[in-house]
Each structure stands twice: as C-alpha cells, then as structure tokens.
C-alpha cells in the first residue's frame, strides 16, 4: 500500500474511484449518478490543488489501482487559510487494513510543514468505524448537526470533529 500526492494525469482514476465509493456506500455525500464533474473538471480541480499552498489530495494506492483518497482543503481567505476541511474515502474492499490512518498521518504532517492550526470534518454519526478512526487521530465532537441529511427514507444526523495542530 502506498499513500502519496494525487499526480495531474490520475484525473479519470480518481473520478473512477469517487464513483465507485458514491455507488457502495451511503457514508458519502454524494449518491450515484449526482456527481457533476467530469474528467475534465478533475484535472482542472487536480491542477488548482497543486497550484495551492493550503489544499492537497492524498491517495492510497494498492497494484496500481486507486483505493481511497483524503482531500484537505484549506480556506480561501486571510481568516480561514489556515483550517482545512477533510473529505476522507476508502473502498469497502480495502477498509479495516490502516489506510484511512495512513492517510491521514500523511496528510497531517504535510499540514504541519505547510503551518496549518487546524482540521475540521463531518461525518454521520452512525458511522461508527469513521468516528472511531477520527478520536483515534485526535478529533473531539464539537458539535451534532440534527436531521441534516436525508439517507433513503430516513433523516441522519452528523457530528462536527475539529483537531487543533
């Protein structure tokens, strides 16, 4: 398994991936068939990144395939530069083997050596294995959003976890 920096030509890999984790998991924002962007938008999105001193995206990768990712992505403003959001994927398939923390060990100290203070995230609180993967990194619950999202036929609701750096 290694984990490193998304590279400008895994354009189509990535969306390949983000496709698949909308399809097998409703851990994800996104359901199938809503994603918007193309190939196209990928690697326009890849190249902002890249250009970015406060945004990066990792990706996990098993035999040449893409299996997760972590996205981190600071604030566009004086005032926010310096927290990032993390969006955070794994295929079923390759889950419970450590990826999700090596993604995020590497991740932190890239935002370490970039100055970042602080990581922010959301995640479903039936989540169960997500949130015990975020405390085990540090994260603490600041705060539940109720009834937030709508999964199938039910109301989910989500936790807000930061972790200062």
């Given at each position: 398994?290694?984990?490193?920096?998304?590279?400008?030509?895994?354009?189509?890999?990535?969306?390949?991936?983000?496709?698949?984790?909308?399809?097998?998991?409703?851990?994800?924002?996104?359901?199938?068939?809503?994603?918007?962007?193309?190939?196209?938008?990928?690697?326009?999105?890849?190249?902002?990144?890249?250009?970015?001193?406060?945004?990066?995206?990792?990706v996990?990768?098993?035999?040449?395939?893409?299996?997760?990712?972590?996205?981190?992505?600071?604030?566009?403003?004086?005032?926010?530069?310096?927290?990032?959001?993390?969006?955070?994927?794994?295929?079923?398939?390759?889950?419970?083997?450590?990826?999700?923390?090596?993604?995020?060990?590497?991740?932190?100290?890239?935002?370490?050596?970039?100055?970042m203070?602080?990581?922010?995230?959301?995640?479903?609180?039936?989540?169960?294995?997500?949130?015990?993967?975020?405390?085990k990194?540090?994260?603490?619950?600041?705060?539940?959003?109720?009834?937030?999202?709508?999964?199938?036929?039910?109301?989910?609701?989500?936790?807000?976890?930061?972790?200062?750096?």
């Amino acid at each position: 398994m290694k984990i490193r920096e998304i590279r400008q030509e895994e354009a189509r890999e990535l969306l390949e991936l983000l496709n698949r984790l909308d399809s097998e998991t409703d851990f994800m924002l996104l359901e199938p068939g809503e994603r918007p962007e193309g190939v196209q938008a990928i690697e326009k999105k890849i190249e902002a990144i890249k250009k970015a001193k406060n945004k990066n995206l990792f990706v996990a990768e098993e035999k040449g395939q893409l299996v997760g990712f972590l996205e981190a992505v600071g604030g566009d403003f004086k005032k926010n530069h310096y927290t990032l959001y993390i969006v955070i994927g794994v295929l079923n398939a390759f889950s419970g083997r450590g990826i999700g923390k090596n993604l995020f060990t590497q991740m932190e100290k890239w935002a370490r050596e970039k100055g970042m203070h602080r990581l922010e995230l959301t995640v479903m609180t039936n989540n169960k294995n997500a949130v015990k993967l975020y405390e085990k990194m540090g994260f603490s619950i600041e705060g539940l959003r109720k009834q937030c999202l709508r999964v199938g036929d039910s109301w989910g609701d989500e936790f807000y976890m930061g972790k200062i750096l």
